[in-house]
C-alpha cells in the first residue's frame, strides 16, 4: 500500500488499492468432479502495510439469492455455510501454518495448523473482518495485524492457500491442492506469497487484564450461603523473536470455559475429555507428541487415545474436574531456527483437599527433510508437601513422511519412547510403538504396534490401561463412482485392535470393526453399516453399574451390530440416528442414539441429542439415559448466548451452563456466565441444589 493510503473495513473492496493487486483465481474442483474449473469464479487479492495484512475476497456467484449461511458464533464452524476458507504458511516449512474461514454473514473462525493434520482450534486469533453481500455475489475485507502472527523476518515468501465451498452445488474448489491426496491443509501443496518486506510486529508485547465478579453457593454439598468472591489477574504475551512467544499468566481463570459434554462410560476405563481452557489450548501444538492418538479410529473409540504423555487437564483440575487455584504460568512456544519450542511451567495454589504442585512440561522437536521431525519431552511433576516424590517422564519420537511417494501418494512412519521416573523402582514403567501410514484416496492402509508396561505412569499425561501390547492393523477402500448424480463415495474398511498381556502374551481383547457398507453423497448424507466381532478377557473384576458386577478371570466372545445414518448440516433438520445391538459379555446390549439440529434461522440453532442404553446380562439388569440440548442465539459475528442442559442417570445430575459472550472488539471480551447443578435423588423423589455460580468477567488487550 502506497504512504497515507487506508482501508475502510466493511466488505465492499472499493478502495483503489483493490484495484491495483493482482488476485488469485482460477480455482479447481476437488469435489464434485475433480480437476474440473470450479463453476463459480473467485478472487482473492491481498495488499499490506508496516502493521497490517489485508485480504479482498470476492465470491462471484451466477444465482445471488442462493446463498447458504446459517453461523454467525465467533469459532462456531461453518458445516452446512458456502465459505471460504485460507492458510497461511508464515515459516514455509510445509508443516505448520494459520487456519482461517469465513461465510456470507462475516462469521469468524480460526485455528493454529499442525502437521499431519492436527489443528488447535481454540486459539483465537487477534483479527477483523467484515462482509458484504450484492448482486455479484459477495466479498470480504480482512486485516490480519502482522502481532497476531509468527513469523520468518529474514523470509518475503509465505505459503498461502484457499478453498471456497457453494454449498448448493455441494462444490469445494482449491486454489492450490486440488487433488483428493492434498487438500487445504497440507500446507506442503500451498501455493506462494511473495514481496512481504519492512513489515513490523511492534515491540511485541501484548498485556491483557482481566477482572473477574462471582456468586457462588453449595446448598446441596452442605454451604448454602452465597459466596462473593471478586478477583483480578493479567496475562503478559511477548514475542521473544517474530517466531517465539511467551505467555505469562497471574492468577489464572477460567470462568468463561465452556462446560464438558456428558458421556455415558460402559468400559472398564477412564473417558478421555477434551481441553477447553484458553491458556492451555494456546500454542499446545508445540507440545504435542507422536503417541497422541487423534486418528479417527481413536476418536470414534470409547474413551478415546490410549496414551498421551502430556494431557494438560492433569493441571489445575482436580479428579472430579472442580477447578484449583492456578497461581500463575508460563509459557514458551513457536519456533527457533530448526526447532520447534514448547516449555510450560505452571504452579497450582493449596486447598482444603489437595496440596499445591509445580509441573513442568520441555519439548523440542528438530525439523527435518520437507516434512518429518525427530523430538524429545520431558515432564515434572512436583508436589509441595513433605515425603512427596517427584514423577518424572521422559520421551524421544520421530515422524518421517513425504506426499511424494509413487508420485504424489502419501506414506509416513512414526516412532516413540517414553519412560517415568518411578520413586519404588519397580521397574516396567515404559511405554513404546510405532506407526506405518498410507493415507491415501481411494485407497487407505495403516499398522500401529503400542506397548505400555505394568507400571508406566506418565504423572502429567493421560493412559488409558496400562500392561498390554496393541496390533492394530487398518485397510481402507473408497471408490468413487463417476459422474454420478447423487453418490459421492462409498467406503469399506475393516480396522483389527488386538490387545495382549505385555508379559504372558494372552489375548485381553480383540475387536475387529469392520465397515460392510458406508455411502456418501454429494448433499452430504451418509449412511453406514457396522460388524464388530470382539473378545474381552476381564483381568480384573468390572463393577458395569450399581449391584452389577462382572467376575475377574472369565472371558467373552461376542458380536455387536452398528448402523448409522446422518442427513445433510444444509438442511433445516438434520439427523444422525444411530442403532447398536447383540451379545455383550454375558448378556446383551441395546444402544440408541438421536442428535437432532434445527437451523431455525441465521444465528439461532438448537440441538438436542440422547442416547439409550438397555443392558441385560447374567449379572443383572440396567439402563441408562443421557440427554442434550444446546441452544444457540447469535445475534451478530460478535454478540452470542449460548444455554447447554444436560442430564444422564449415572450421576443423576442435571446441568445448566448459560454463556454470553461480547467481543467489544478482537482481543476484548465480555463474559456472562451462569452454571446451576441440581441432582436427581430416586430415594427422596425429589431433585435439590447441589451447587450454583454466577460469574462475569472482562478482558481487554493492550498492544504495544
Known sequence: MNAGEAITLDGRLNEAVWMRAVPATNFIQRDPVNGEPATEQTEVRIVYNADKLYMGVTCFDSEPEKWMGVQLLRDGGLPADDKIQWTIDTFLDGRTGYFFEMNPLGSMADALQGADDSSNRQWDGIWNARAHRSEIGWTLEIEIPFRTLNFNPDSDTWGINFQRTVARKNEESLWMGWPRNQGLRRMSNAGLLTGIRDVTQGHGLDIKPYLLGTLESFPGRGNSRINIDRAAGVDFFYSVTPGLRANLTVNTDFAQAEVDQRQVNLTRFSLLFPEKRDFFLDGALFLDFASGGTSDRDIRREGGSDLLPFFSRRIGLDARGMPQRINFGGKLTGQLGEHDIGVLQVQTGEDDEAPGED???????RRMLQQSYVGALYTLRHVRAAGSDNRQTIGVDFR????NFRGSQ??????YFLHGINPLSTGKNSAFGAELSYPNDPFEANFEYMEIQDNYDAAVGYTRRTGFRKFQPRIGFGPRPRQHPWIRRFN???????????????TLTRELDVTVFQLETHPQDEFQIHVIPTYELLEQTFPIAPGVTLPAGRHYSFTRYSVQAETSRRRLFSLLPSVEWGDSYSGQRLRLNMSVDIR???GVLLSLANEWNRVSLAEGQFYTRLYRFISETQFNPFISLVNNVQYETQSAVLGWQARLRWIIQPGNDLYFVYIHNWQDDPLSRRIYTLDRRATSKISYTHRF
Do not use: C, E, H, P
Open 410 to 415: 502419501n506414506l509416513q512412519t512414526s516412532g
Open 492 to 506: 469399506f474398511v475393516g480396522d483389527l485392535d488386538w490387545r495382549l498381556d505385555s508379559n504372558t502374551s494372552q
Open 359 to 365: 509441573f513442568t512440561v520441555m519439548r523440542i522437536k
Open 600 to 602: 431455525a434461522r441465521a
Open 400 to 403: 518421517l513422511a513425504t506426499s
